[in-house]
Nanobody, 127 residues
């Protein structure tokens, strides 16, 4: 089973940027679709962004389109989430997800019913 370790969270002011990283081990990263989800206090976990195993397909939550970018670096077994123009409503614990089946699509990850999960990293956007 793949292990996922997120990093890069922190406290930023509105309008600033952060880049989250998720390092994967114990699986075949290059054939694994990956994604990011988040959970704000008192709310359910929600989808943020996902990328297909080959990297050519991506999908985003509507409210982050144009601000967030997901990418993957297979030689480093790492997926990234570049977050620009952060807003207070982006405050949440961000979780990395890896689809359990090989050769998955971004939509497969988005369904969230067959993913492995990391422990999460806190992102706080506040002035």
């Amino acid at each position: 089973q793949v292990q996922l370790v997120e990093s890069g969270g922190g406290l930023v002011q509105p309008g600033q940027s952060l880049q989250l990283s998720c390092a994967a081990s114990g699986g075949t990263f290059s054939t694994t679709a990956m994604g990011w989800f988040r959970q704000a206090p008192g709310k359910e976990r929600e989808f943020v962004a996902a990328i297909s195993w080959g990297g050519s397909g991506t999908t985003y939550k509507d409210s982050v389109k144009g601000r967030f970018t997901i990418s993957r670096y297979n030689s480093k077994n790492t997926v990234y989430l570049q977050m620009n123009n952060l807003q207070p409503e982006d405050t949440a614990v961000y979780y990395c997800a890896a689809h359990r089946n090989s050769y998955g699509t971004a939509s497969d990850v988005r369904k969230a019913d067959n993913n492995n999960w990391g422990q999460g990293t806190q992102v706080t956007v506040s002035s």
